[in-house]
């Protein structure tokens, strides 16, 4: 079943405002990846996350591995129209396999 | 953008009747996937193929055959279709386990309903 629990599920925003999302598990995992999906595409990475407390940017993504290794965050800064769509969370189960979070929704309101 | 294409990209089907989506690479990956995504779930693993002929089950395979017959092609058959197949099926592709973590790139998608 589902291990990863992704908060919120929606985000309703301003453009130019910051967005913060998070992942969290009742296992342990080593790896946590964020993905977005844009409407009618499949997923694109965003981060990779491999390391306890890591933090990692690129651009205005900011996303950090929790230290107790069963969380993670998203963080997106001064937000704009093609930030719209679905960010997932993920982390490995095995060598290759995927779990996904939910996915948080963020709408923007021009 | 990783070559990796979905055929059919919709398909509009009845219950019980057979169902083969197809997932086409010409990135010459050795591991493909197929994932469904519904509301409220995420995307969940169907089943995977670790080479030519190779495959295992993910967390919701039941209902669901693969075939690999060739790297590019990665076949998903729905022997019997049942309303609960109405999802939205992605591909995806990766390179050798070798390494820690090996980014999966997905295909377009296919939507399917099952009436």
């Known amino acids: 079943g589902q291990q990863l629990n992704q908060s919120p599920q929606s985000m309703f925003i301003q453009e130019g405002e910051d967005v913060s999302m998070n992942c969290t598990s009742s296992?342990?995992?080593?790896?946590w990846l964020w993905y977005k999906q844009d409407p009618g595409e499949g997923p694109v990475l965003l981060i990779a996350l491999y390391k306890a407390g890591e933090l990692t940017s690129n651009g205005r993504l900011t996303a950090q591995f929790g230290i107790t290794r069963k969380d993670s965050f998203l963080n997106i800064s001064a937000s704009i129209p093609s930030d719209v769509g679905i960010y997932f969370c993920a982390s490995l189960q095995g060598a290759q396999k995927l779990v996904f979070g939910q996915g948080t929704r963020l709408t923007i309101n021009p | 953008d990783a070559g990796i294409t979905q055929s059919p990209r919709h398909k509009v089907t009845e219950t019980g009747t057979p169902v083969t989506l197809r997932c086409h690479q010409t990135e010459n990956h050795r591991y493909m996937y197929w994932y469904r995504q519904d509301p409220g779930h995420g995307l969940r693993l169907i089943h995977y193929s670790y080479g030519v002929k190779d495959t295992d089950k993910g967390e919701v395979s039941d209902g669901y055959s693969v075939s690999r017959s060739k790297t590019e092609d990665f076949l998903l058959t729905l022997e019997s279709a049942t309303s609960s197949q109405t999802s939205v099926y992605f591909c995806a592709i990766s390179e050798s386990m070798f390494f820690s973590y090996n980014e999966q790139f997905f295909g377009p998608g296919t939507r399917l309903t099952v009436l």
């Open positions: 296992s342990i995992f080593n790896t």
